[in-house]
T-cell receptor, first 118, second 116 residues
């Protein structure tokens, strides 16, 4: 089974509106972290936000928030007040074994393309 | 504080040649990860190294690929006898030492390898 699933086709949003990018995950670990990265057309990977599995509150970082629903194993990214510069690929990723002393790898989903319309 | 530095940014090699990709982690980071990204796909883990140690190479192809992170100098991903299927973007990432498992990986800008 895939660890990280991002199944939405290309997403479109009108400038200044909010958009939700879906991510579901699969793990048997109790302690894990979930991350979102942005990859614009220039190609670099930009870290946006993370959520720890034991965090009781949803993470927020400026216009980004993470809608974490642990029972459903989902970690959706919400971008508020979309801007033209938000057009990019967005990747959800997971790190397992957190807190065990291991510094384990990130496992990425296939990504979602977001296009912001003026 | 300089970020993760990768060079070259673009690399063109003919089939059968060797490709060497370099990565200098962020200052204070002693863990390095290499990922490969094929067009229109996500990042696939290749190898995780600490200084002078390979910790996890479960994503490395069995042949032609090798990685090192010496005591001094950058981490090197080496691809011998490249084939067209090796054409991809190769990303390096770094993180602080063990015990900070929630820290994100900080990525370099990648090396785009084209095999002609």
């Amino acid at each position: 089974a895939q660890k990280i699933t991002q199944t939405q086709p290309g997403m479109f949003v009108q400038e200044k509106e909010a958009v939700t990018l879906d991510c579901t995950y699969d793990t048997s670990d109790q302690s894990y972290g979930l991350f979102w990265y942005k990859q614009p057309s220039s190609g670099e990977m930009i870290f946006l936000i993370y959520q720890g599995s034991y965090d009781e509150q949803n993470a927020t970082e400026g216009r980004y928030s993470l809608n974490f629903q642990k029972a459903r194993k989902s970690a959706n990214l919400v971008i508020s007040a979309s801007q033209l510069g938000d057009s990019a690929m967005y990747f959800c990723a997971m790190r397992e074994g957190v807190g065990t002393g291991a510094n384990s790898k990130l496992t990425f989903g296939k990504g979602i393309t977001l296009s912001v319309r003026p | 504080n300089a970020g993760v530095m990768q060079n070259p940014r673009h690399l063109v090699r003919r089939r059968g040649q060797e490709a060497r990709l370099r990565c200098s982690p962020m200052k204070g980071h002693s863990h390095v990860y290499w990922y490969r990204q094929l067009p229109e796909e996500g990042l696939k883990f290749m190898v995780y190294l600490q200084k002078e140690n390979i910790i996890d190479e479960s994503g490395m192809p069995k042949e032609r690929f090798s990685a090192e992170f010496p005591k001094e100098g950058p981490s090197i991903l080496r691809i011998q006898q490249v084939v067209r299927g090796d054409s991809a973007a190769y990303f390096c990432a770094s993180s602080p030492r063990t015990g900070q498992g929630l820290s994100p990986l900080h990525f370099g800008n990648g090396t785009r390898l084209t095999v002609t």
